[in-house]
């Protein structure tokens, strides 16, 4: 820096600043400033370090020292001790775990390698609209690399060696799909990318589309080329216009360049690109809904087999695969195989990309190896639960998943350890859930959309679904029973098993895992009708204090449906009858008198 | 523009790419600029990136300050948008959060023209594949 020799970073997270970051940065200011050392040194106030549980963090440039869990009164020692005499404040610097020993510069912390960007190497770097920058990232080097120095066999072994698993959901071998496809020979195959994305808080596929086009692009050429197919469609909803235009922009340069194509490289492999708007069904994500949709047919799954690979898009042998699960494929030729499968567990290999959401305080997208733990995923990378509230569950897998409670924080995420946990991977959404959260409203959010989003086709899914949800909503408003209960249950089974495609056999999901980790929450509903999350506003009670009421009236003014009596400067009383439990009474009453429970 | 019709013809198209782009990060020549990227997707745009990549490039433009400002994809920091990394001559990128026009005038004002760090700087928490 030009001016300052010295610079102070403090973390201003939302997490750091619970504990008290604030007050550390105006104590740094103050002494800076009665030490005269305000023209050398500067103080800053930084994002999330990603690191909260350890905060709050100060980090010092240019000597990149980074000291944790620091407090209001350290400040003095670290300007008096570092920057005055230039010796590090030693009990403040971060511990390694494994070794047990102090560590200074953040580069080598354990910490910065929690997040991996694979699939989302140039999503925030390169202008997506200029497919040079894609070029100067290596960009298109993969499919050269392809077509000038491998066979479609030895593509498709690399991608099994790989390990690569799709990222939409099921987690099927991405290579032994692709020899599926090269077995099956027409005139005519496709290669169909799945840019659907229909669970509600997903932005994963989009973020992709948009950031990196091109790298979809390419992927989709090299499995074309592995497979025999020289058409490429993807499916993507309408509802992602910027996503579209993107993508629109990427092919009509890639063809430009001859980058797609007739004789791409000057050899005789062609392949060309189209997209195929869809009007953001979720089960048009299923991929034989998806490819009758593209066919101008309604949006409806028919049963596996055959599968896409012997009969997809037009009858013809057609591989499907997810947006992210392409994103990876180029990575995966230039790096080669045996690169990528030393990331990740036994397993899964690699990384996943999750949209962080619900009460967490950094809401985002991040990109973690396969075996890190929710704990890392929410405490390190996403600084912690909001308002400093406890944690109680976080929910993978949209409605197709399931939720994990605290009990599963140290588990690595991978897709087998998720199915056993009673949830799955799904697309990547992950949605954090507090203390505040009531897990009945959460399965009944899940079934509504599904009843919403069913496609009608079979009765287990179509009544079914339908009835659960009717089920959920007679408890939540407190009119459940026991017996209601054990029926959840067992219709949740039946749904699952006789649905005909994975919307219906997935959809009880969410209310299985919740009436499993969370039974004593639903017999709070049903036996001593409450709420403990105090969110089902049927089962809210609100009452005046006497000792506190003092008659202004207020409340009987606001109440919509007159259940307030009392006369001026007389304690009130509502009339539990006659409440509709609105919440009124409970906001206006300037005394806190009006208690909710 | 080139048609590429060899692996050749396309490292070729990489390098001179990869030197332009190095060039205009790290530029040692007089003709050395200032590089901003705004993350302009759908999360960024929503919260407003667009309004912050219009006044950056009138400002600095106003003030005659040499800059290319270009748009790229999600960083990531959905929960600090609109975000923009600035990489000034011989410096690492920095990325700064909650950019609305007045922090990104202040951005222009101390980071840019007297290269003073400014609050709501973004560390950066992850690994990218270049290293490995
Ligand atoms: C109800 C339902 C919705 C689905 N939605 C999506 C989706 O939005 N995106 C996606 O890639 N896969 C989705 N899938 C999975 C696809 O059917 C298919 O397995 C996937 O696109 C294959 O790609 P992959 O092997 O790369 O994961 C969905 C499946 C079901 C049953
Ligand atoms: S399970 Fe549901 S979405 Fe799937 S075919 Fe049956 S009705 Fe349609
Ligand atoms: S909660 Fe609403 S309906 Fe019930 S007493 Fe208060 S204002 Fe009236």
């Known amino acids: ?147 000038t120095e491998m066979t479609p066999e030895q593509v498709i072994a690399e991608i099994k060696l790989s390990g690569l698993r799709g990222r939409g959901g099921g987690g099927f071998p991405t290579g032994l799909k692709w020899e599926f496809a090269s077995k099956y020979h027409d005139d005519q195959k496709y290669v169909v990318c799945n840019a659907d994305e229909g669970d509600p808080g997903a932005f994963m596929d989009r973020s992709i589309l948009e950031g990196d086009p091109h790298s979809v692009l390419e992927a989709m050429a090299i499995c074309g080329y592995s497979i025999g197919a020289n058409k490429g469609l993807i499916y993507i909803r309408a509802e992602y216009p910027l996503a579209i235009e993107r993508l629109k922009i990427a092919i009509k340069q890639a063809k430009e360049y001859g980058l797609l194509g007739d004789n791409i490289f000057g050899t005789d492999f062609s392949f060309d690109i189209t997209l195929r708007l869809g009007a953001g069904a979720f089960v048009c994500g299923e991929e034989t809904a998806l490819i009758h949709s593209m066919e101008g ?201 006789t649905s005909l495609c994975g919307l219906g056999q997935t959809a009880p999901n969410p209310i299985l895992s919740t009436l499993n980790n969370f039974y004593d929450e639903y017999v709070a509903h049903v036996r001593d009708k409450k709420c403990p999350a105090g969110q089902c506003r049927h089962l809210l009670k609100f009452e005046i204090d006497p000792e506190k009421c003092v008659g202004c009236t207020v409340c009987a003014r606001n109440c919509p449906v007159n259940a307030i009596t009392g006369t001026v400067k007389q304690p009130h009383t509502i009339d539990q009858e006659i409440c509709i439990k609105c919440g009124a009474c409970f906001q206006k009453c300037k005394f806190g008198a009006i208690s909710k429970k | 523009m080139k048609r590429i019709k060899s692996l050749d013809d396309l490292k070729k198209l990489s390098k001179n790419a990869k030197n332009k782009f190095d060039l205009r990060e790290k530029a040692n020549d007089p003709d050395k600029v200032v590089q901003i990227k705004v993350a302009m997707a759908t999360c960024g745009i929503a919260s407003g990136a667009k309004e912050t990549m219009d006044f950056l490039i009138e400002e600095l433009d106003r003030q005659s300050i040499k800059a290319i400002v270009t748009q790229t994809g999600c960083m990531g920091y959905c929960y600090a948008e609109p975000t923009i990394e600035v990489t000034m001559p011989n410096n690492d990128p920095i990325v700064f959060g909650y950019v609305d026009t007045k922090k990104a005038k202040e951005i222009v004002e101390k980071y840019i023209k007297k290269n003073e760090l400014v609050d709501g700087i973004l560390p950066v928490n992850y690994e990218t594949i270049d290293k490995q």
């Open chain 1, 297 to 497: 047919q309604r949006g409806e799954p028919t049963p596996k087999p055959p599968f896409p690979a012997e009969s997809g898009f037009m009858k013809k042998p057609t591989n499907v695969n997810n947006v992210e699960t392409f994103a990876n494929i180029p990575v995966i030729i230039n790096k080669g195989a045996n690169w990528f499968n030393k990331i990740g567990t036994e397993k899964s290999k690699g990384t996943k990309v999750f949209a962080l959401a619900g009460k967490i305080n950094n809401v985002g997208l991040i990109e973690v190896p396969m075996g890190t733990t929710l704990r890392e995923v929410i405490y390190e990378i996403g600084g912690g639960i909001k308002s400093g509230k406890e944690f109680k569950a976080v929910q993978t897998g949209g409605p197709s998943g399931g939720c994990l409670t605290k009990d599963f924080l140290d588990t690595p995420i991978d897709y087998d350890n998720l199915v056993a946990a009673g949830s799955m991977m799904g697309s990547g959404g992950m949605i954090v859930m507090d203390e505040d959260d009531c897990m009945v409203s959460i399965a009944k959010f899940y079934m509504e959309f599904i009843v919403e989003e069913s496609c009608g086709k079979c009765v287990p899914c179509r009544l079914g679904t339908k009835r659960l949800y009717e089920i959920l909503e007679k408890i939540t408003r407190g009119n459940g029973t026991m017996e209601d209960l054990d029926l959840l249950k067992n219709l949740s089974k039946t749904v699952k098993a």
């Open chain 1, 1 to 147: 820096m030009a001016k300052y020799k010295m610079h102070i970073l403090c973390c201003g997270g939302t997490g750091c600043r619970a504990s008290k970051s604030d007050e550390i940065l105006e104590n740094f200011k103050k002494i800076i400033l009665e030490k005269n050392l305000d023209d050398e040194v500067q103080v800053i106030q930084t994002g999330c370090f990603g690191f909260c549980e350890k905060g709050p963090i100060v980090k010092i440039l240019p000597d990149n020292t980074f000291y944790t869990e620091v407090t209001p009164e350290d400040a003095l020692e670290i300007v008096e001790e570092h920057v005055i005499k230039g010796r590090k404040v030693k009990r403040l610097l971060y511990m390694d775990p494994d070794k047990k020993e102090h560590i200074s510069d953040s580069k080598h912390m354990n910490f910065y390698k929690k997040q991996i960007r694979i699939a989302l190497r140039n999503c925030g770097f390169i202008n997506p609209e200029n497919i040079e920058e894609y070029i100067a990232r290596d960009g298109y080097m993969a499919i050269g690399k392809c077509l």
